[in-house]
C-alpha cells in the first residue's frame, strides 16, 4: 500500500503533507493516480463523505492555483488533461457496456441494495 496524499492539521492550524510518491523517480505516477482516481470515484462510495473529500480536494487545488505563477497556463493544461481523461474514460464505459456490462450510478450519500457487488 502507498500513500498517495495525507494532510494532517496540527493544533496549532499547521497543515502539513506526506506523500509515498516520488514523481522524479516515477513521472508516469501522476497520470496513474488521475486515473485510478477518477476510476475509483466513478465505480465506489467513499463511505458516505463524498461531498466533504470533494470540497477538500478542490480547496487543495485553489490553494495550489492561487501560488502559480501562470494561473492561467496551468488551469488551461488542467482542462485539457481533464477533458482527454473524459473522453478515456466514456471510451472504457461504452467498450464495457458493448460487452455485456451494466454501470448503475448512485447519488453521493447513497448506498447499493446489499444484494450488490
Known amino acids: 500500500m502507498k500513500k498517495i496524499l495525507e494532510v494532517l492539521q496540527y493544533g496549532n492550524g499547521e497543515i502539513k ?3 509515498d510518491i516520488d514523481i522524479n523517480t516515477n513521472p508516469d505516477a501522476i497520470p496513474q493516480i488521475a486515473s485510478m482516481g477518477a476510476l475509483s470515484m466513478a465505480t465506489k462510495l467513499w463511505g ?3 461531498a466533504s473529500v470533494l470540497s ?3 480547496a487543495l487545488t485553489i490553494a495550489d492555483l492561487s501560488l ?3 494561473r492561467k497556463e496551468m488551469i488551461k493544461e ?3 488533461c481533464a477533458r482527454m481523461l473524459e473522453k478515456c474514460m466514456n471510451e472504457c464505459k461504452r467498450e464495457f457496456e458493448k460487452t455485456g456490462g451494466k454501470i448503475l450510478t448512485f447519488p453521493p450519500n447513497e448506498m447499493p ?3 450488490f457487488s
Open 17 to 19: 503533507f506526506h506523500t
Open 48 to 50: 458516505g463523505n463524498e
Open 56 to 58: 477538500v480536494l478542490r
Open 68 to 70: 502559480c505563477t501562470h
Open 78 to 80: 488542467l482542462e485539457e
Open 113 to 115: 441494495p446489499k444484494t
